[in-house]
């Protein structure tokens, strides 16, 4: 009995290993872009239990809420503080805690700036030149300060994310 638990315990730690190698370092701001109704919640971790919500003001006039990640571990990025910005300007949010890639993205990409192929200026461009505003941009994966996302120019990474839902990205 005492194998089969010291067995069943180094797969746990060997499971908790491969998932801590799994994240890896971010730090960029993101709009919360939650298509479901009610407040987007924030998870102690990947799929865990809710620790918070995050919702705008009743007093906003078109507010928005941006997050700020600090880790990223498959679809889940890991926060440390979430802010209403606009009218009301207030922190909803200030810890560790867990978003779905569902609910994390962006309005648009500063008008002009390139989209790498890898996070690094030096590498390949997918795109010369993307505009500002796009219908359909997919938020898929951070690295540093870079943003991987899906446009209609292509998929690739890029420092230039908008954030302004109420104006078009210059």
Known sequence: MKAMLA??????????D???QALHACDLNVDVIDKQPGPTNVRATP???????LAVSPKANDDD???????????????DRAFEVGDV???????????HRSVVGAY?????????????E????????TSGDQENLVFLDCWGQFAKVRIKEGTGWTESLCLNGRTTCP
């Not at 300007?89 to 978003?99: A, D, N, S």
């Open 47 to 53: 799929g865990g239990k809710v620790i918070a919500t």
């Open 18 to 20: 491969a998932e801590a």
């Open 122 to 129: 030096k590498s390949p461009m997918v795109a010369k030149w």
């Open 65 to 79: 809420i941006e997050a700020h990640i600090v880790g990223q571990s498959g679809d889940w990025f890991l926060i």
């Open 7 to 16: 067995a069943l315990s180094a797969l746990v730690c060997l499971a908790g």
């Open 89 to 99: 300007e207030q922190t909803l949010f200030r810890g560790k805690g867990w978003l």
């Open 108 to 120: 648009g990409l500063i008008n002009g700036f390139p989209l790498w192929s890898d996070h690094d």
